[in-house]
């Protein structure tokens, strides 16, 4: 039963595929230009953040944005001051969508104070 199944659709296979050959590909006679398809440069598979953040780090250390704003004489400012502690790593090492969400909340919290006033 399985060998007659497979010879059926074999032959089935068979016989599509010489209709296509033989047959246009379209009615309406423009088969050329449906053949030629623009070429886009596939997607990348993967997150590559050399390529990324290249340069970006430096740029970043160029205009001191890593350093916190203080008085003129080096003291916090008066608006006070936020500090948000960073627990340490993981002990298994893996990470997972709440370590993202951790650190976009406290980037957001920061980012918030430092607009504030406050000494970040």
Same mark, same amino acid.
């Given at each position: 039963?399985?060998?007659?199944?497979?010879?059926? &659709? @074999?032959?089935?296979?068979?016989? /599509?595929?010489?209709?296509?050959?033989?047959?246009?590909?379209?009615?309406?006679?423009?088969?050329? $230009? &449906?053949?030629?398809? =623009?070429?886009?440069?596939?997607?990348?598979?993967?997150?590559?953040?050399? /390529?990324?953040?290249?340069?970006?780090?430096?740029?970043?250390? /160029?205009?001191?944005?890593?350093?916190? +704003?203080?008085?003129?004489?080096?003291?916090? /400012?008066? +608006? #006070?001051?936020? =500090?948000?502690?960073?627990?340490?790593?993981? =002990?298994?090492?893996? @990470? $997972?969508? #709440? $370590?993202? @969400?951790?650190?976009? @909340?406290?980037?957001?919290?920061?980012?918030?104070?430092?607009?504030?006033?406050?000494?970040?």
């Amino acid at each position: 039963e399985k060998d007659r199944k497979k010879a059926e &659709k @074999l032959a089935k296979f068979k016989e /599509k595929q010489a209709k296509q050959g033989t047959a246009p590909a379209t009615t309406n006679g423009d088969s050329k $230009h &449906k053949k030629e398809k =623009v070429k886009k440069p596939a997607a990348a598979d993967a997150y590559e953040p050399k /390529k990324i953040e290249e340069g970006r780090y430096d740029w970043w250390e /160029k205009r001191d944005y890593f350093k916190p +704003e203080f008085t003129e004489d080096g003291k916090i /400012k008066p +608006e #006070g001051k936020f =500090v948000i502690p960073i627990p340490p790593p993981n =002990v298994t090492g893996s @990470l $997972h969508m #709440g $370590h993202a @969400l951790t650190n976009a @909340l406290q980037d957001t919290m920061i980012r918030h104070a430092r607009m504030k006033g406050k000494t970040t």
